[in-house]
């Protein structure tokens, strides 16, 4: 999906027009993936513009980074308030936001610890992830012929730029066959989740996700969607799924800051049908809290 350009993006303390945002080719996270990110939707709400659980993802993104040894030099209270700066500056009622930590020029080699760590954040107009159409009738998927990353291998605990290669291979597959998103299995076969979110299926009234010890990422939005379902008083699973729970499920759905809660419809040409009544409901309840509607869940929106 083309960008749509801004007029600034905030980079190491600093904000520089969009045009002018630009790092060395020797940078080290362009030759070996080390940098670590968040995706973010700010919403227009009837306060101005809120972005969804900002602190959850700054968190997150501290964690990441640390765990790759990163020390991003600014607190999360800092990166929050950046956050609203570059939405603030760049006048956007609602948007997407980017927010990159990255090891910058300087050294090369696979060594990264020497590299200095640099840290940008940019926000710009973004669309639906997958279309309007397919927030209303839902999406075909396939299951990929490439595997998730190995829990030992790339931990899915550290949302790293370079651990996105497999999930590209997969969307490109995906995209070439036919489907709008792709379905990765792990190591071991079981279901993980997509190219770039998490994945819910529903039978006989509960709802069932993959734990998070099958390599999952732990996504926001997918905590979010848990939490919405339990205040409906819809009993969720954390279940091991296998590639047939998919093609025989009442309902299926995926979740990311930039994907939302997109329905799916069919799975290897598996017609699941348009969107249930669960995920309707949970689909208009979350739109309805990022919107800043619901009272109830008032703390996960941050107003700018």
């Not at 597959?173 to 998103?181: K, L, V």
Request: charged share 25%; proline share 5%; glycine share 8%.
């Amino acid at each position: 999906m083309a960008l749509s350009k801004a007029e600034k993006i905030w980079m190491d303390g600093e904000l520089v027009d969009w045009d002018k945002a630009q790092v060395h080719v020797l940078t080290h996270a362009l030759h070996y993936g080390s940098g670590v990110f968040e995706g973010i939707r700010c919403y227009k709400t009837d306060d101005g513009p809120a972005v969804f659980r900002l602190t959850e993802h700054m968190e997150r993104l501290e964690r990441s980074a640390a765990m790759l040894l990163m020390d991003i030099g600014y607190s999360v209270d800092e990166t929050v308030a950046a956050v609203k700066d570059v939405i603030r500056v760049n006048r956007l009622e609602s948007c997407y936001v980017r927010p990159l930590v990255f090891r910058g020029y300087g050294v090369m080699g696979l060594d990264p610890l020497p590299a200095p760590v640099n840290i940008a954040i940019a926000a710009w107009p973004w669309a639906t992830y997958l279309g309007e159409d397919a927030i209303k009738h839902g999406v075909a998927v396939g299951v990929s012929s490439w595997r998730q990353r190995g829990i030992n291998s790339t931990p899915p605990a550290i949302k790293a730029t370079g651990q996105y290669i497999n999930s590209s291979l997969a969307r490109i597959e995906a995209n070439r066959h036919g489907y709008a998103e792709a379905v990765l299995l792990n190591e071991e076969g079981k279901v993980c989740e997509g190219t770039g979110e998490n994945l819910f299926i529903i039978k006989k009234g509960v709802i069932h996700t993959p734990p998070v010890s099958d390599g999952i990422l732990e996504g926001i939005t997918r905590d979010s969607i848990m939490n919405l379902a339990c205040a409906l008083g819809i009993e969720v699973r954390e279940t091991s799924l296998v590639r047939t729970d998919l093609y025989t499920a009442d309902e299926m759905f995926m979740t990311g800051s930039a994907a939302e809660v997109v329905p799916v419809n069919s799975v290897d040409g598996r017609v699941i049908g348009e969107p249930g009544p669960i995920t309707v409901e949970l689909q208009k309840y979350f739109f309805r809290v990022v919107e800043g509607k619901e009272p109830a869940f008032a703390h996960w929106i941050e107003h700018v």
